[in-house]
C-alpha cells in the first residue's frame, strides 16, 4: 500500500508510471516472470539527495508497525471489505456508487411510447436485442466486463482487441452478427486480385437482376472473400467471394440464375481479426495476415492458420478512412 498525505502538485505522472506497474504485476499473476525493477537503478543515483535519504533510512533499518493498522484504514476509507479484493471491483467502486441505475432496463420503442415523447431530443434511441453487459476499462487493453446482475463481479476479457481509456464505462450488447445466407462464386488461381475483380463481377450482376426472380438485391457490407491457399507457391489458391443478403430476403433469398454463383448458408463462427487501411491488394493482404498470424503467436492463442477470410467496407469511390480486414478462425475442440 502506498498511502500519501499533503501529496504535492506535479505529482500525476509518478501516480501514472505506478499505476502502470501495478497493471503488469496483474498481468504476471501466476506466470514465473515478474517485476524486478521499477525505477532503473541509474535514474536513482542520479538524484543525489533522494539516494542518500534511502541509504540512511535502510541503514537505520526502517520499518512501520501499523502497517496492519495502515490497511484496515484505507480499506474503511475506500469502502472495501477486508476479503480479497477484484482490482476491476476496487475501481467499480467509484464508477458504479448506485449499481442499481445500471440494471434498470431500456424501454422499447413502439407505438404507445412513442406517443408520450414530448421532444425528440431529449431522448437517445439505439437498436437493440441482444445480452446487455458492461464493460470497464482500466487502461490499455485491461477490460473487465460485468453482465449487470449481483453480487458485482467483474471478469477480465481474454482476447480482446481493443484498446480504452482508464475509467471508461460503456454499456453494450452482445449480438450475434453476419451469419445467415450469403450468395457466393468460388475461383481458383495465382493473383487473388485477378479472382476477386471476376468474382465481384458475378455477384454485382446478381444483385442487379440476373436472378430467378429478376429482383434487385441491396448492396451490403462487408464483401468476404474465403481463402483456400495452395498447397505450394506454384499451385492456385481458391476463393470464394460472398456478398450478404439483406435481412429482409434472408428467409427466401432470389435464387441464382449463373451457376457459377450459389447461395451459401453460413454458418456462426469466431474469429480473429486485424483491421488495415487504403486500398487492398494481394501484398497487402499478405503483410496484414502475417502480422496477424504473428499477434496470435506470441499471446499464445490458438487459431486455424489456413483457410483464412478477407473483408473489405467500402465502394472502390471512397478516397479515405477505408476499412479491411483479415480474419483467422479461432480454433475449436473439434479442430
Keep these: 500500500?502506498?498511502?500519501?498525505?499533503?501529496?504535492?502538485?506535479?505529482?500525476?505522472?509518478?501516480?501514472?508510471?505506478?499505476?502502470?506497474?501495478n497493471l503488469k504485476l496483474n498481468q504476471l499473476r501466476n506466470k514465473d516472470t515478474d517485476v524486478t525493477e521499477v525505477v532503473p537503478l541509474n535514474i536513482i543515483k542520479d538524484d543525489t539527495d533522494f539516494f542518500q535519504f534511502m541509504?540512511?533510512?535502510?541503514?537505520?533499518?526502517?520499518?512501520?508497525?501499523?502497517?496492519?493498522?495502515?490497511?484496515?484504514?484505507?480499506?474503511?476509507?475506500?469502502?472495501?471489505?477486508?476479503?480479497?479484493?477484484?482490482?476491476?471491483?476496487?475501481?467499480?467502486?467509484?464508477?458504479?456508487?448506485?449499481?442499481?441505475?445500471?440494471q434498470s432496463k431500456t424501454t422499447p420503442l413502439d407505438s404507445n411510447t412513442l406517443s408520450k415523447l414530448r421532444h425528440i431530443f431529449d431522448y437517445r434511441?439505439?437498436?437493440?436485442?441482444g445480452e446487455q453487459i458492461f464493460l470497464l476499462a482500466m487502461g490499455k487493453s485491461q477490460i473487465y466486463t460485468w453482465d449487470g446482475k449481483m453480487p458485482l463481479r467483474w471478469k477480465k476479457m481474454e482476447y480482446f482487441?481493443?484498446?480504452?481509456?482508464?475509467?471508461?464505462?460503456?454499456?453494450?450488447?452482445?449480438?450475434?452478427?453476419?451469419?445467415?445466407?450469403?450468395?457466393s462464386t468460388t475461383l481458383s488461381g495465382m493473383q487473388g486480385d485477378e479472382c476477386?475483380?471476376?468474382?465481384?463481377r458475378r455477384l454485382f450482376s446478381y444483385i442487379q437482376g440476373n436472378n430467378k426472380n429478376k429482383a434487385k438485391v441491396e448492396m451490403t457490407a462487408p464483401v468476404t472473400c474465403h481463402v483456400v491457399p495452395g498447397a505450394g507457391p506454384a499451385c492456385e489458391s481458391q476463393f470464394t467471394m460472398s456478398f450478404y443478403i439483406p435481412d429482409e430476403l434472408q428467409a427466401n433469398p432470389p435464387e441464382p440464375s449463373d451457376p457459377d454463383v450459389f447461395m451459401e448458408d453460413r454458418k456462426e463462427f469466431t474469429a480473429y481479426v486485424r483491421t488495415y487501411g487504403g486500398f487492398s491488394n494481394?501484398?497487402?493482404?499478405?503483410?496484414?495476415?502475417?502480422?496477424?498470424?504473428?499477434?496470435?503467436?506470441?499471446?499464445?492463442?490458438?487459431?486455424?492458420?489456413k483457410p483464412y477470410y478477407t473483408a473489405g467496407y467500402d465502394s472502390p469511390f471512397k478516397?479515405?478512412?477505408r476499412r479491411n480486414e483479415v480474419w483467422v478462425l479461432k480454433k475449436t475442440e473439434q479442430q
Design 161 to 183: 482487441r481493443l484498446e480504452l481509456p482508464r475509467e471508461t464505462l460503456l454499456s453494450v450488447e452482445i449480438v450475434q452478427e453476419l451469419k445467415g445466407e450469403w450468395v
Design 282 to 305: 494481394d501484398n497487402m493482404k499478405r503483410e496484414e495476415l502475417l502480422k496477424l498470424l504473428e499477434s496470435l503467436k506470441k499471446d499464445g492463442v490458438e487459431f486455424v492458420d
Design 125 to 129: 434511441c439505439i437498436v437493440g436485442g
Design 55 to 102: 541509504i540512511n533510512s535502510n541503514e537505520r533499518e526502517l520499518a512501520e508497525p501499523r502497517q496492519a493498522d495502515i490497511r484496515k484504514e484505507c480499506l474503511k476509507l475506500w469502502g472495501v471489505s477486508g476479503e480479497t479484493v477484484n482490482s476491476a471491483d476496487f475501481i467499480a467502486f467509484y464508477l458504479l456508487n448506485h449499481v442499481d441505475a445500471f
Design 196 to 200: 476477386m475483380k471476376t468474382g465481384f
Design 319 to 321: 478516397l479515405t478512412n
Design 1 to 21: 500500500y502506498i498511502v500519501c498525505r499533503g501529496l504535492k502538485p506535479g505529482s500525476d505522472a509518478v501516480r501514472e508510471y505506478m499505476f502502470r506497474v
